[in-house]
């Protein structure tokens, strides 16, 4: 599309000739916040900081509003970057931290407008008390809030968060990610998110990009990506809990699924090209029935309970696998037990066994 | 396996006191996971109970012995650290059996102990690995093996998934809870994740500044949290504080124009002559109207999905407040409808819990 205000192509970057980055595309359009969700080494912050210009490539070209920048020095980017190891200026106050940014050669602005604009960010975070203060002296989430507020107050054509959150501890974590999203709403930002944890993907971001081992695997909304999973890895790394995957054989117009009684009409998975064989079934934990007792098509036990207030997710052992999924209200089994399961028909994806890719086509294009 | 009891335990360092008058019993078999910020005294705890630690004040009991002047050897215990300590240049048999033939055991004896560590444990394909070549998940659970093979009275964990990476963690979570009730031993468990708290722990004991702030199983202390502190510090997304003030027809919701109707609040909370507190978790904030859910008006600011449900954000003021709603479709929200039951009140300056009789939790 052409109105993506950072595109990204064909991204390669090796380091001492192993690869980080195998051909990365992706763009982020205007005022939405993107996240770019992948484990450790997948190749986030590399991403982020060929984005930024803070890394040389060895191929592709980014594209920032409608300008190729992939030849132009990070100060002439008009970018902001705040890292997960927040890299304040430790010599200078908060207020000269926040203000450093503003006093750069290439953004020079008068004292007066520097004092206006760093008093407006620290208020926004919450940090205009702290202002006199060594940075030294601050605990982990004031800092943060310090390196995003460096960040703000320069309102750059868009920001770049690389893990901003992830030293921080679960509580603080959740605060300042949903003042990060209020900020974002009021301010109309555009922002490219990196980060390792789901539920911190999806709580902040409009859409989502899966990255491993140097390439993005899918992205899209949330929806979208539930609708159509693009391959096993995809399925691991999404949903709380994950896909529940499970050795299956198609014969004939029956998908047999090992260790189950079970067997699924093959038709509504629409396969295309390979039409039999051994193959992986995905379901999302939703469209499994767990049932009390032996009165599921399957049977099982409960291996492990974990309570989580409002609801409850046991991981179910069948024998020749385990899947996770949170029970119907009000239902409770205990380790140990004996279950019963279901998978629902019409739900679920076919996976090939060697490359993992989605081999199945129903609901593509719709989303949930 | 033992019963552990702390009586009136203090633990200071100079003037500061890191664990302040704690008392609580860990009856035999229980996990009890000991939850609360960084700074709080839970690994001090800990610590005293290994041994590791002198108490300054107060009894530690192992089946009503008090172990106090025993060195952490005699206590029998076994610690597992947030760092894996395991032997690199020891295999992972080796790496098990260790503290086994440490003690002089007889070979046969070691033999059934790893076969019965393995088999629980699901090692038997490891065994001859070494620990650089195993994922960070794995030789967590092969810290734990080595811990419990030979059969301490009591397992102490410090933050043990902490250092794992976020993929590891949530399985070797699930795989924790349950390897602890196949082998029953009495643990307890120190964390600062209360997502690990919840799903391990038979009972939670929570601590902020040195002190116990409550001690409930899972479910209670979710639904029925003493205090602000706990309300805030269980539960994901977390709790919405909102202070209340008194108006004709109700309650203001805090600077907002928003008014809590007067019958939500229970009698004796209104007549408490403080200022009272309201706590709602997300989940009770709804967007459409359930059965008994108490209606305010107040324009609703963002609506998001968070995969298969939606979360919603009000303004009270400058205060924002969040929401969890199912619907898949928004239209123009201008109310939220709040489940009676999930409606708490707390004293705002103590931030200690009123209950629905007035009566101060």
Redesign the interface.
């Known amino acids: 599309m052409s109105d993506a205000l950072l595109k990204l192509s064909g991204l390669k970057k090796a380091y001492r000739g192993k690869p980080a980055l195998r051909g990365i595309d992706f763009e982020v359009r205007p005022n939405e916040i993107f996240a770019l969700l992948g484990?450790?080494g997948a190749g986030k912050s590399s991403t982020i900081q060929a984005a930024a210009g803070l890394l040389d490539l060895d191929a592709g070209q980014v594209m920032l509003d409608g300008r190729d920048v992939t030849d132009i020095d990070p100060a002439c980017r008009d970018l902001s970057i705040v890292f997960e190891g927040f890299n304040l200026l430790p010599v200078l106050n908060v207020y000269d931290n926040i203000a450093f940014a503003l006093r750069s050669p290439s953004y020079r602005e008068d004292e007066a407008e520097i004092r206006k604009r760093v008093h407006a960010t620290a208020e926004l975070l919450r940090i205009a008390h702290h202002l006199d203060r060594d940075v030294g002296t601050l605990s982990g989430g004031e800092k943060q809030r310090v390196a995003i507020a460096r960040a703000l107050v320069r309102r750059p054509c868009m920001f770049l968060l690389d893990e901003p959150l992830s030293a921080l501890?679960?509580?603080l974590r959740?605060?300042l990610r949903?003042?990060l999203?209020?900020i974002h709403?009021d301010q109309n930002s555009t922002i490219l998110y990196a980060t390792?944890?789901y539920?911190g993907a999806?709580?902040i971001a409009?859409r989502i990009g899966i990255i491993n081992q140097g390439r993005i695997l899918q992205s899209g909304?949330?929806?979208e990506i539930?609708a159509r999973p693009a391959n096993v890895f995809v399925g691991r790394?999404?949903?709380?809990p994950a896909m529940a995957f499970f050795d299956a054989e198609v014969e004939g117009d029956q998908v047999q699924i090992k260790g189950c009684d079970q067997t699924l009409p093959a038709a509504p998975f629409g396969l295309s090209g390979r039409t039999d064989g051994a193959m992986q079934l995905g379901v999302w934990p939703?469209d499994i029935h767990v049932t009390d007792g032996n009165s599921g098509a399957n049977s099982a036990s409960v291996?492990?309970?974990?309570?989580?207030?409002?609801e409850c997710?046991v991981?179910i052992d069948f024998g020749t696998g385990l899947f996770?999924k949170v029970l119907d209200e009000g239902q409770t089994l205990k380790?140990?037990e004996t279950c019963g399961f279901r998978i629902s028909e019409g739900a679920g994806f076919l996976f090939d066994q060697a490359s993992g890719a989605c081999l199945s086509h129903q609901h593509e294009g719709a989303a949930r | 396996m033992a019963k552990v009891e702390l009586k009136n335990l203090s633990v200071e360092f100079g003037a500061f006191k890191a664990v302040d008058d704690v008392s609580l019993t860990v009856e035999d078999g229980e996990f009890a996971v000991y939850l609360g910020?960084?700074g709080c005294g839970k690994t001090t705890t800990l610590r005293a109970v290994a041994g590791l630690q002198n108490a300054t004040q107060g009894d530690i009991l192992f089946d009503g012995e008090r172990v106090n002047d025993q060195s952490p050897s005699e206590r029998n215990i076994a610690m597992v650290f947030q760092f894996v300590s395991l032997y690199p240049h020891l295999n992972i048999r080796e790496n098990i059996i260790f503290p086994l033939k440490a003690r002089g055991m007889p070979n046969a004896e070691i033999a059934r102990k790893l076969d019965w560590v393995v088999g629980i444990f699901n090692l038997g394909d490891e065994l001859k690995r070494y620990p650089g070549a195993l994922p960070p998940g794995t030789t967590q659970k092969v810290s734990l093996a080595r811990a419990v093979v030979r059969d301490p009275a009591v397992l102490l964990l410090d933050e043990p998934l902490s250092a794992i990476?976020?993929?590891f963690r949530e399985e070797m979570?699930?795989?924790l809870?349950?390897l602890q009730?196949e082998l029953g031993v009495t643990t307890i468990y120190v964390t600062?994740?209360?997502?690990e708290a919840?799903?391990l722990a038979d009972r939670i004991v929570l601590m902020n500044n040195s002190k116990i702030v409550q001690v409930a199983d899972?479910?209670s202390i979710?639904?029925n949290p003493n205090s602000e502190f706990a309300g805030?510090?269980?539960?994901?997304?977390?709790m919405n504080f909102i202070d209340l003030s008194p108006v004709a027809n109700g309650f203001r919701l805090g600077e907002s124009k928003a008014v809590l109707p007067t019958e939500a609040v229970p009698e004796a909370v209104r007549g408490a002559a403080r200022p009272i507190r309201l706590g709602v978790?997300p989940?009770d904030v709804q967007l459409l109207a359930g059965p008994g859910t108490v209606r305010v008006d107040l324009p609703i600011?963002?609506v998001?999905?968070?995969?298969?449900e939606r979360?919603f954000?009000f303004r009270l003021g400058d205060e924002?407040a969040?929401g969890v709603d199912a619907r898949t479709r928004r239209d123009a929200d201008t109310a939220i409808n709040l489940r009676p039951e999930g409606l708490m009140f707390f004293d705002a300056q103590t931030g200690q819990r009123i209950a629905a009789n007035g009566a101060v939790l």
């Open positions: 484990p450790t501890d679960l509580k959740e605060g949903s003042e999203r209020q709403r390792h944890d539920h999806i709580s409009d909304t949330i929806e539930f790394l999404i949903g709380s939703e291996y492990a309970v974990d309570n989580r207030g409002y997710a991981q996770r380790q140990g | 910020p960084s990476d976020e993929q979570r699930w795989e809870g349950h009730r600062h994740d209360q997502r919840m799903s899972p479910q979710f639904f805030n510090f269980i539960g994901s997304p977390s978790r989940r600011e963002d998001f999905s968070v995969g298969r979360y954000t924002i969040q």
